[in-house]
């Protein structure tokens, strides 16, 4: 069964930076790629970062280009964002998914984990 | 980005009724488009890509069609369990926008 469990979500304040973390397992994580989604507090889902399974390629919104930045470590399984430049819109939920954005198939973003909260207040 | 944009953003309705949700896209996004499920509390769950490919273990109620600029996700009986936001996504081109959403709620 393939788990994403995200972490390192919290308070902090305007400016300032957070790293996330999201764990995977039950299934080969090398050969995917990873992405992070968020949703602000009740609204609509913002694709923000995908980065291919060997890291090599990223994609990021126009939202977080230059702040934010995805890698993974493969021998840990292991994605990451590390967000900077934090600023009071970028509170949200933040849920990392395997993705399947190319090719033909293009299934979107799934499974998704159950995501972690990102406060950015004074 | 190519926008998308659902309706109706709200609706209400009945166990065991069908019901339709359109998304619509600011240009051509060919069959690249995904419907998801989100309850209260939870992560969205993908429930068609392609348009109208059900992913595996969605139940057969749930049905996707269109091309190009208009797509629709149809509920063919409602089961309790199906009251959930429902979003759409196009994964055409950079951005892969979602939609605004689209709340089923039981009447």
């Known amino acids: 069964e393939v788990q994403l469990l995200e972490s390192g979500g919290g308070l902090v304040q305007p400016g300032g930076s957070l790293r996330l973390s999201c764990a995977a397992s039950g299934f080969t994580f090398s050969i995917y790629a990873m992405s992070w989604v968020r949703q602000a507090p009740g609204t609509g889902l913002e694709l923000l970062s995908v980065v291919s399974g060997s890291g090599v390629s990223t994609y990021y919104a126009e939202s977080v280009k230059g702040r934010f930045t995805i890698s993974r470590d493969n021998s840990k399984n292991t994605l990451y964002l590390q967000m900077n430049s934090l600023r009071a819109d970028d509170t949200a939920l933040y849920y990392c998914a395997k993705a399947d954005l190319g090719g033909t198939t293009r299934k979107g973003v799934d499974p998704w984990g159950q995501g972690t909260l990102v406060t950015v207040s004074s | 980005d190519i926008q998308l944009t659902q309706s109706p953003s709200f609706l209400s309705a009945s166990v065991g009724d069908r019901v339709t949700i359109t998304c619509r896209a600011s240009q051509g996004i060919s069959s690249y488009l995904a419907w998801y499920q989100q309850k209260p509390g939870k992560a969205p769950k993908l429930l068609i890509f392609?348009?109208?490919i059900l992913q595996s273990g969605v139940p057969s109620r749930f049905s996707g069609s269109g091309s190009g600029t208009e797509f629709t996700l149809t509920i063919s009986s409602l089961q309790p369990e199906d009251f959930a936001t429902y979003y759409c996504q196009q994964l055409n081109s950079n951005g892969y926008t979602f939609g605004q959403g689209s709340k089923l709620e039981i009447k």
């Open positions: 392609g348009a109208s």
